[in-house]
């Protein structure tokens, strides 16, 4: 069962990307790193800090459509409460790190998804943003 759970974790990633490509204007869509092909966990996106609407908007749209959605778990560490007081060193100003942890969030690629349900996604996606 592995060989196809990934393939359509691949292709039902592909089939977000390819929908949700037109609102790059709005989106950080992910990309995979040169030379990889990876077996998607999930659909990373994020929200440009320069956008008419935050993620928790678009986020509230999703889930009040029954959409599951979860936060990135990582971004800005040393934001995170187990770093407070811990010795360590920064370079730099760190603003991706903060543009993650702030805007960043996934969608599902589980196998079991159809394309009436991707379709209904992308959909949502387009309804939000026509809104703002």
């Known amino acids: 069962k592995l060989d196809s759970f990934i393939a ?7 089939y977000l ?14 990309k995979a790193t040169k030379n990889s092909t990876p077996s998607w966990f999930g ?6 800090p320069d956008g008419p609407f935050t993620r928790n908007q678009l986020v509230r749209h999703l889930e009040d459509h029954r959409v599951g959605t979860r936060l990135l778990f990582g971004g800005n560490l040393l934001r995170q409460p187990a770093y407070k007081g ?4 920064v370079v730099g100003s760190l603003t991706n790190a903060d543009i993650i942890t702030e805007g960043t969030f996934w969608i599902g690629v589980y196998p079991g998804l159809t394309r ?15 809104k703002v």
Do not use: C, Q, S
């Open 43 to 48: 659909f990373p996106i994020t929200v440009r």
């Open 86 to 89: 811990h010795p360590h060193r």
């Open 8 to 14: 359509a974790r691949r292709a039902n990633w592909k």
């Open 116 to 130: 009436e349900m991707l379709d209904f996604v992308v959909g949502l996606f387009g309804d939000f943003i026509k």
């Open 17 to 30: 990307y390819n929908g949700l490509k037109p609102f790059e204007e709005f989106l950080i869509l992910p």
